[in-house]
């Protein structure tokens, strides 16, 4: 029975074997008399301009027809498809031919000459007026073929001078004058982007002022190329620009109708208008009061017409949040040819919603859970496009291993649940009782008003109760630049039903006191971000600095008894603390970005408070900061917990890191990376039962902590799943002259292993 089994065991293997080598060679589907497409290359003759590599990418780009996708270096999907045999029906062969395999390309699907073409055209449109490209079918072995394209490019021209042709027509003087700032450069290689550029760029500029019908095809820019290897342009009007383009327009009528339909649409125009400052609003249902739409509407009555008014309009309309649909259209006044009337036609969103949000979690300290979010939403709250916002979640979180120690102790914190409910309301403006502020740009300034309270449960340890109050200024100044400002901003913590088992934690390690003491926070903060993170830019950045404060006012005021400032028995945090996140991206190349990020928090404790409350303080470690490293297993300083047998939750007053990471675009969804991460967390103050704990500038940097490892995402766009393994290389708890551990590192050792090598899976990229 056993060599039965074996028998047919081997033959199974053997055909797997065989199944593999046919698909394995990928020509095995190419007919008799063509071959494989395996892609092509640009190659160049001559000298080589400054921007070739760019210049190169580009022709690549556009070369057709692209060959068979590859994941690893390996043609998968051709080697599935290779797999099976034309199907006749539902079944393997269906399956592998038209639903996970994908056929091979082939050689007489390309058109080498017409692309040749093509790249010719590309270059003379950056300046190559005498390129010539050639192409060339080299083959590879029996079946297999790729192009290459030779790239013979010239002479490259330059830009001699730019003159504007106009006449002394209004027109002709504003098309003059918007010669200063010229986006066509002297001596600058001529470029087609560059013309197109500098027509939209008078083209905008005409919009400002006045000239609504005026496109930037009734702009003409000619090239003359017989100057020895230079180019002059000419723009100037083109003559069969009709009459409408050519006027300037003011506004009349500004309409708005908040309550349309496309489905309804004669009947969402119907109504009485009402005039409401600059406005006419047609909303017989009352949905909305005026006044929403007073400080979202730039164009006025008289005024002339300006671009960046019609946009800030329309931005500030779709940006209230109430509307899924916001169309302008404009019409000239009957027997007025020089006047506009403007319509917006807005489609309101549902005013009620309920959503339901459930989440995963796992982190690197070996805990893992699930929170379900409910939220109900109102979108226009008191008839004024406010948004109301009452929230109720619970989350549960249990322990799934333990950590050992150096003395072979094992850190376990139990299970936790956490129940929080919070309402809030933001209101489209910028809210407050003495006097109307109305910023002019695109984007709508908010306020948000919020209230919460949440109950964190640690089984076996203690609960905690945290009641909230915020009120908050929330504006975008630029598309790139944020601020975010809450002059009040109150959290009470109030710990309850504290163990026994906790007791006698707090015994060996009274630092974890500071995690449930009774406490108020009374202060505000303000944050400025700045991000200009986009595919097409070769470097972005993003900055954030953070500045929060508390018991500042109420220091002042309140009077001290005993040792310590209170507001109906409990002390208030006084504090001051300043965070700078700054990243840096730089794409090498379409499939290689390097990202590096700074890290910097500094609090000053004073008066009430000898450290920052628990929730204010740093923590350093797990998925999104040193992922050699646990989350708040690390510091502070030099100092290292090996008596807790709970908690891991070391905190400090100051931290500093440096994240250095090199992403890699695989296939598809597969990206890769490979990172280092350096850094640490201090106490401001001395503090005895944590020797080393202490920031001091003679010995900071010899107490940084450093981590290397590599990862892999699956990048799906709305969702971006991450797994870093990451192992340390500097360990600051152990002797000065005993921190680096490059050479301790064993991948082969199960023991190390254990120790030393984490697994972080996380959602989201780490910065």
Not at 19 to 29: G, K
Not at 44 to 61: C, I, N, Q
Not at 219 to 226: C, G, R, Y
Request: include cysteine; hydrophobic fraction near 35%.
């Amino acid at each position: 029975m056993i060599k039965g089994y074996s028998h047919i065991s081997s033959t199974v293997a053997a055909a797997l074997v065989t199944l593999c080598i046919c698909a394995c060679s990928t020509t095995r589907t190419v007919p008799e008399n063509d071959r494989l497409y395996t892609g092509a290359s640009v190659k160049w003759e001559g000298k080589k301009p400054r921007d070739y590599s760019t210049l190169t990418a580009e022709m690549s780009s556009r070369t057709r027809p692209k060959p068979n996708r590859k994941f690893a270096g390996m043609p998968i999907r051709l080697w599935l498809y290779n797999l099976g045999n034309e199907p006749k029906g539902k079944g393997l062969n269906y399956l592998l031919r038209k639903k996970l395999g994908e056929p091979p390309v082939l050689l007489s699907s390309a058109k080498p000459d017409y692309t040749a073409n093509v790249l010719e055209q590309y270059l003379v449109d950056n300046g190559f007026f005498q390129a010539t490209v050639v192409s060339e079918i080299k083959n590879s072995g029996k079946k297999k073929a790729s192009i290459t394209y030779t790239t013979t490019p010239n002479h490259r021209y330059r830009i001699k001078s730019v003159t504007f042709e106009t006449d002394s027509s209004a027109l002709g003087k504003a098309v003059a004058a918007a010669k200063e700032g010229s986006s066509l450069k002297l001596n600058r290689p001529y470029r087609l982007d560059s013309v197109v550029a500098e027509r939209n760029r008078v083209h905008s500029i005409l919009k400002e002022q006045g000239y609504y019908y005026f496109t930037p095809d009734h702009l003409l820019i000619e090239v003359d190329s017989t100057n020895n290897g230079m180019v002059d342009l000419y723009l100037k009007v083109k003559d069969e620009t009709p009459v409408a383009a050519r006027k300037q327009y003011r506004m009349k009528n500004i309409t708005l109708y908040p309550n349309y339909s496309l489905d309804n649409d004669s009947l969402s125009r119907r109504g009485t208008p009402v005039q409401y400052n600059h406005i006419r609003i047609v909303d017989s249902t009352k949905k909305f009061r005026p006044s929403v739409f007073d400080r979202s509407v730039f164009l006025k009555p008289d005024s002339l017409y300006r671009l960046t008014d019609h946009n800030t309009t329309l931005r500030r309309l779709t940006d209230l949040g109430t509307f899924k649909f916001v169309k302008g259209q404009f019409r000239t006044v009957r027997g007025d040819s020089s006047r506009l009337n403007a319509s917006f036609f807005l489609t309101p969103y549902p005013r009620r919603s309920l959503s339901a949000e459930l989440r995963g979690t796992s982190k690197s300290n070996n805990f893992a859970g699930s929170e379900l979010r409910i939220t109900a939403r109102n979108r226009n709250w008191l008839h004024a496009a406010n948004l109301l916002e009452l929230t109720l979640s619970g989350g549960l979180e249990w322990q799934v291993g333990g950590r050992t120690t150096a003395n072979n102790t094992t850190l376990r914190g139990g299970n936790s649940y956490n129940l929080k409910a919070e309402a809030a309301v933001t209101i489209p403006r910028f809210w407050q009782p003495l006097f109307n502020f109305n910023v002019k740009t695109p984007y709508v300034p908010r306020t948000r008003i919020s209230l919460s309270y949440e109950l964190f449960s640690r089984s076996q340890l203690y609960n905690l109760n945290a009641y909230s109050f915020q009120f908050q200024y929330i504006w975008r100044q630029t598309q790139y630049l944020e601020h975010k400002w809450s002059p009040i901003a109150i959290t009470y913590v109030l710990p309850t039903s504290t163990t026994a088992g906790y007791d006698s934690i707090l015994r060996n390690d009274p630092s974890q006191r500071a995690a449930i003491e009774k406490q108020f926070i009374l202060g505000g903060n303000y944050s400025i971000t700045f991000n200009n993170q986009a595919d097409n830019r070769v470097h972005s950045f993003y900055l954030n600095g953070d500045l929060d404060y508390s018991g500042n006012l109420a220091g002042l005021i309140i009077p001290k008894k005993d040792t310590a400032r209170k507001i109906i028995g409990a002390p208030f945090a006084q504090y001051v603390r300043l965070t700078a996140d700054l990243r840096h991206y730089w794409k090498l190349n379409r499939k290689l970005t390097w990202v590096n990020r700074l890290y910097a928090g500094f609090g000053i404790p004073y008066g009430n408070s000898t450290t920052l409350p628990f929730v204010k303080q740093y923590f350093i470690g797990g998925s999104s900061s040193l992922r050699g490293f646990r989350a708040r297993t690390l510091g502070p300083g030099s100092y290292r917990d090996t008596t807790s047998q709970y908690l891991a939750n070391e905190a400090g007053d100051i931290r500093l890191e440096y994240n250095s990471e090199l992403r890699a675009k695989l296939t598809g969804i597969f990206n890769a990376a490979i990172f280092i991460d350096a850094g640490n967390i201090w106490l401001k103050q001395d503090v005895p039962t944590k020797p080393g704990s202490k920031f001091k500038a003679s010995t900071f940097g010899n107490q940084i902590a450093v981590d290397a490892g590599a990862g892999l995402r699956v990048d799906a766009s709305i969702i971006v799943v991450r797994l870093d393994l990451a192992f340390p290389l500097r360990k600051p708890w152990l002797p000065s002259d005993e921190r680096w551990v490059i050479k301790d590192v064993k991948f082969g050792d199960p023991d190390w292993r254990k120790e030393n090598l984490i697994l972080n899976i996380a959602i989201g990229y780490p910065f």
